[in-house]
DNA sequence: CTAAAGCTTCACGTCGACGTGAGAGTCAAC
DNA sequence: GTTGACTCTCACGTCGACGTGAAGCTTTAG
């Protein structure tokens, strides 16, 4: 099938379907006239790509394990055991990027949940150059 | 105070404190010879700033929401209750990043749970295109 | 007076998965 | 043959908080 096709039924635009072939994760036949053509193959490997890059996987590190992973119904699995730790490896780097969001989460609650000083008059426990008046103007 | 001290004693770089003044969180005065003078509540402000980048606020948002902002010891508090929402805001987008985060490792999870197929000789339940021998040389 | 810090304003590079045209060739149907 | 859908290859734009020189003033220590 053409790109046009393989698009429709993947769901990926066809920039995205000449990007990864840009980085090496599909490597479509030509036609004389230049003409990507893909094959049902090629559609589940699109579909493999997605799941990976949702997973929060670069295309380099796509490009690795792309080719040692089976799939049946959907669910991907490794095909090779040096495989899992690369995938490992990944999921510790988003899980230290949660914590990192959970960090900064915190950090407003603490702002959200801290007591609203004194607004008019005193200057008492704002020390901050132009305290209130400019609230109004940025809301 | 001149940047170089500014720098060092709030642990940003120069090139970060320009840049917060071109964003306009910062209004340094400057010298005849263009040098810029800054004071003790702009090394106070600088403090805050990098708690609101922490927090994961853009410099846009920041610039909104610095001038209504008061602290005390180092606990930053809204000086103005529209700022509250504004931050709540911020902290449910931050709760959908953890979120999608949360979902992308659980694909992961998946993948690196499930069952390794069988890897030499057989067909059966290997659909990919070319199976194992990359392994070894993509790891 | 001189050299060395320290400061200034540009202005491009970063990182990544594409979006979005531009300009041109290909193919099917009519 | 001709129109219109489809495809091709460039190649720049995106988003953001800076990093990193470059070329040239200013101030300070000696």
Redesign the pocket.
């Given at each position: 099938m053409?790109?046009?096709?393989l698009?429709r039924r993947t769901g990926?635009?066809?920039?995205?379907l000449?990007?990864?072939e840009e980085?090496g994760l599909l490597r479509?036949a030509?036609?004389?006239?230049?003409?990507?053509e893909f094959t049902e193959a090629d559609a589940a490997t699109v579909r493999r790509?997605?799941t990976l890059?949702a997973a929060g996987?670069?295309?380099?590190v796509?490009a690795e394990v792309l080719p040692c992973m089976a799939d049946a119904d959907g669910q991907l699995a490794p095909a090779c055991a040096e495989l899992t730790s690369e995938l490992i490896k990944e999921r510790d780097r988003i899980s230290e990027e949660v914590g990192e969001l959970l960090a900064a989460r915190a950090i407003l609650d603490g702002i959200i949940a801290a007591p609203v000083p004194a607004a008019p008059g005193g200057e008492g426990t704002a020390p901050a150059p132009r305290p209130a008046e400019d609230c109004a103007a940025a809301v």
């Open positions: 053409r790109i046009g096709e698009a990926a635009s066809e920039r995205a000449r990007y990864y980085q479509p030509r036609r004389p006239s230049g003409y990507r790509i997605r890059l996987l670069g295309t380099a796509i």
